[in-house]
């Protein structure tokens, strides 16, 4: 009986042990990457600009921007505010595309149920860029809405009473980079769409070869052209050739066409570059290509990984080459302005050629740091868990995400009431702007700037360096929250 009793003392303090060490699991189980993926792609549809579908699930949001096009005589509605505004600049849209196109490509399986709300936010931007692009023979619209006297004002998009002016590029007033961009979102998308909307497709293709025509025949920068319009809001301070080899490289993706092929060969994009983002297109153009060397093991593009190879040695925090800064708590900090926008787009690329590497069993040097596909996955794991919320500050920087997440954004729309009445240009200042209160509409799924090289956030809804959203931010996120959901 003393044995039982003992067996029995032991199996039940086993028992308590493993229910402790269960307790302990669930508790630091991690971030939810399925629900912070689906939040990722639920933010779009606040950034909605045009007539609204019954579908929309951000009820907060009501039509806007009806008469966009009218001033030129065209059609120009729909697309997206580019961030806390209510412009649509499409430079920065065109990139938003791009890379939800490239997330669908490449982690079209393990965004599972998302797959389709990922079209969707795709087919919102890609209809109207097709607009920009076929409206006027001659002519690419590049954006709606006067962003100096927008600025002055904070309104919901649905109260706009600022001049909806729109902007062209044209063969007289060349803008390469628009141009190569938009080229570049009309290509991937059209990959994106090939099984499930054909004729959809073809249309898409049709016209991403000749918007990229335009681009490489009328070479300028659109800032050039534009000026105070785009400048310093969104200048092309990279210039036009990344967009030119990024387009082109699109295009040499979804057609397989040599002329592409023979255009990015002549085009000598060399420049050393260790960032990613709407402006500069070199490590993203290089590591699209680079696939054809890994994956395909075709040496045509071996210059193009050695190239990529050479961005991820200026990115790791352990490489001899390195120029990237990280924060205290891990975070990659590159500028102070929206950092986070660089540590999306830069972390997509990690999860990609870490992809990339796998499949190819490929590892590389810098210096004497050994480098795998395992390296990259972990440092792309560690900012996006920084994001939802492992970080001294314990705080997500996705709204709605987690129990601590940022409830003052930069943000027209979040921060005033919605559809209650008329707030025109300077009413919305006092009291919605300067109050110290919580944004009134939760801007689902919204990522923003971030914190500071000392990881601080101070939650200001003036502090639009650190407190605004933006659609860039949240487009190149979506893949890497794919990769990880898909891994669970």
């Known amino acids: 009986m003393a044995f039982c009793k003992g067996s029995f003392f032991f199996i039940f303090l086993l028992c308590f042990l493993l229910f402790l060490c269960n307790c302990s699991i669930s508790v ?14 639920l933010f779009f549809q606040g950034q909605r600009s045009g007539r609204l579908p019954p579908d929309q699930q951000i009820t907060w949001r009501a039509n806007s921007g ?42 079209g399986k393990k965004l599972g149920p998302q797959l389709s709300s990922n079209r969707e936010a795709i087919r919102w931007a890609t209809d109207y860029l097709l607009k920009c692009a076929r409206a006027t023979p001659g002519k690419l619209y ?39 961009e938009t080229a570049a979102a009309l290509a991937a998308a059209s990959i994106v769409f090939r099984k499930v909307d054909p004729k959809y497709s073809k249309l898409l293709i049709k016209t991403a070869k000749s918007v990229m025509q335009f681009a ?23 210039g036009y050739k990344d967009e030119l080899l990024w387009g082109a490289a699109w295009l040499w993706r979804a057609t397989n066409e040599v002329y592409y092929l023979n255009f990015i060969k002549s085009l000598g994009a060399n420049d050393g570059t260790d960032i990613f983002s709407w402006d500069n297109k070199y490590a993203g153009a290089r590591l699209l290509l680079a696939r054809r060397s890994l994956v395909d093991n ?9 190239q990529a ?115 025109g240009c300077e009413a919305g200042f006092q009291p919605y702007y300067y109050t110290t209160n919580p944004n009134p509409n939760i801007l689902t799924g919204a990522i923003v700037g971030g914190p500071n090289q000392n990881d601080f956030f101070p939650d200001e809804r003036a502090d639009y360096t ?3 959203p933006a659609t860039y931010i949240n487009a190149a996120i979506v893949g890497p929250l794919a990769y990880f959901a898909g891994a669970l």
């Open 216 to 238: 490489i025949q009328y070479s300028g920068a659109y800032s050039d052209s534009l000026g105070s319009t785009v400048c310093p809001f969104y200048c092309s301070y990279s």
């Open 66 to 107: 009806l008469s966009d096009g009218q001033m030129a005589g065209v059609d120009l509605t729909g697309g997206y505010y580019d961030a806390g505004d209510n412009v649509k600049f499409n430079l920065p849209m065109a990139f938003t595309t791009t890379m939800l196109s490239w997330g669908a490509i490449e982690y």
């Open 298 to 306: 075709d040496q045509t593009f071996q210059p193009f990984r050695q």
């Open 142 to 180: 590049v954006g709606v809405g006067d962003p100096n006297s927008d600025h002055k004002c904070w309104e919901r998009p649905e109260d706009m009473d600022t001049a909806r002016s729109v902007y062209s590029v044209s063969p007289s007033n060349p803008g390469s980079d628009v141009a190569g």
């Open 466 to 468: 650190h407190s605004e």
């Open 309 to 423: 190879e050479e961005f991820m040695c200026r990115i790791l925090p352990n490489s001899p080459y390195s120029t990237t800064q990280y924060t205290p708590g891990g975070l990659m900090y590159k500028l102070s302005g929206s950092n986070l926008q660089y540590v999306t787009s830069i972390t997509y690329l990690l999860t990609t050629y870490s992809k990339y590497m796998a499949t190819s069993k490929h590892t590389f040097n810098c210096g004497n740091l050994f480098v795998t596909s395992n390296t990259l996955r972990t440092l792309a794991k560690k900012q996006v868990d920084y994001i939802l919320g492992e970080n001294p500050m314990k705080k997500s920087y996705m709204v709605g995400y987690g129990a601590s997440y940022p409830k003052r954004i930069h943000h027209r729309g979040s921060s005033l009431p919605s559809k209650e009445r008329y707030i």
């Open 28 to 41: 630091s189980a991690g971030p939810n990457y399925r629900d912070a993926l689906a939040k990722s792609l």
